[in-house]
T-cell receptor, first 116, second 112 residues
Framework: DAGVIQSPRHEVTEMGQEVTLRCKPI?????LFWYRQTMMRGLELLIY????????DSGMPEDRFSAKMPNASFSTLKIQPSEPRDSAVYFC??????????????FGPGTRLTVL | GENVEQHPSTLSVQEGDSAVIKCTYS??????FPWYKQELGKRPQLIID?????GEKKDQRIAVTLNKTAKHFSLHITETQPEDSAVYFC???????????FGSGTRLQVQP
């Protein structure tokens, strides 16, 4: 298995532009998580899905952020419009569990986003 | 919700020495405590975890202890090697959100 796949690996954009980050979880995993990592705030959970359904989005910073999971093998995190303070590394992670996130979470390689 | 405090933020040890990283948590119902290692520019990777029905777990040079009464858990690395140099994150299950809350990380530097 290739593990969790994220694209792009690096994204540089200008303030005000729309950014879409993509994630493919490990096949057979039922839970998918989006995290943001910065020096100041550490590793923050933005949103997670169980069986493609958003369960907790209380970590999404504001309305400019949205996430979808149209099927079991694909999820997107969109920022529109982007701002310089959104610059961070965004990780996607997945786990087996279908009802609880207690199972081991496997992280993708991350997307380094820079908003100028 | 869960709040996880991690100390120290940086730790420098000599190769062969032991390293200890400590975390406290606030949710007394938390029952799952994983530790992740993140090398520079890489993804976090699970190195060991412990569930609340045990007080200690060991895997070769790595061990984790849990004190549920005091609500703290620790990572112990013995016989440290330069390849142990990384940032280590503790985490605890937020039973309300049913998701992990991570500590702020400890940058471990093992001096050869």
């Amino acid at each position: 298995d290739a593990g969790v796949i994220q694209s792009p690996r690096h994204e540089v954009t200008e303030m005000g532009q729309e950014v879409t980050l993509r994630c493919k979880p490990i096949s057979g995993h039922n839970s998918l998580f989006w995290y943001r990592q910065t020096m100041m705030r550490g590793l923050e959970l933005l949103i997670y899905f169980n069986n493609n359904v958003p369960i907790d989005d209380s970590g999404m910073p504001e309305d400019r952020f949205s996430a979808k999971m149209p099927n079991a093998s694909f999820s997107t995190l969109k920022i529109q419009p982007s701002e310089p303070r959104d610059s961070a590394v965004y990780f996607c992670a997945s786990s087996l569990s279908s009802g609880s996130p207690r199972d081991t979470q496997y992280f993708g390689p991350g997307t380094r986003l820079t908003v100028l | 919700g869960e709040n996880v405090e991690q100390h120290p933020s940086t730790l420098s040890v000599q190769e062969g020495d032991s390293a200890v990283i400590k975390c406290t948590y606030s949710d007394s119902a938390s029952n799952y405590f994983p530790w992740y290692k993140q090398e520079l520019g890489k993804r976090p990777q699970l190195i060991i975890d412990i569930r609340s029905n045990v007080g200690e777990k060991k895997d070769q040079r790595i061990a984790v202890t849990l004190n549920k009464t005091a609500k703290h858990f620790s990572l112990h690395i013995t016989e440290t090697q330069p390849e142990d140099s990384a940032v280590y994150f503790c985490a605890a299950m937020d039973t309300g959100r049913r998701a992990l809350t991570f500590g702020s990380g400890t940058r471990l530097q093992v001096q050869p």
